[in-house]
């Protein structure tokens, strides 16, 4: 093989892969913001309960 096949395969590998990271990263941040926003909500709502 030729260096320029080696540098082709090597950039579509790379591209691959920081695509799939990317949705990977993307999907992760958008469900530990949900799990925030719950986790959030049930503190808010378990506030009134306390008696200080």
Do not use: D, Q
């Given at each position: 093989?030729?260096?320029?096949?080696?540098?082709?395969?090597?950039?579509?590998?790379?591209?691959?892969?920081?695509?799939?990271?990317?949705?990977?990263?993307?999907?992760?941040?958008?469900?530990?913001?949900?799990?925030?926003?719950?986790?959030?909500?049930?503190?808010?709502r378990?506030?009134?309960?306390?008696?200080?």
């Open positions: 093989m030729e260096n320029n096949e080696l540098v082709y395969k090597r950039m579509v590998f790379s591209g691959a892969l920081n695509v799939t990271l990317g949705i990977v990263l993307l999907v992760v941040g958008i469900v530990s913001g949900i799990m925030l926003l719950i986790s959030g909500g049930k503190l808010l378990g506030k009134s309960r306390l008696m200080i």
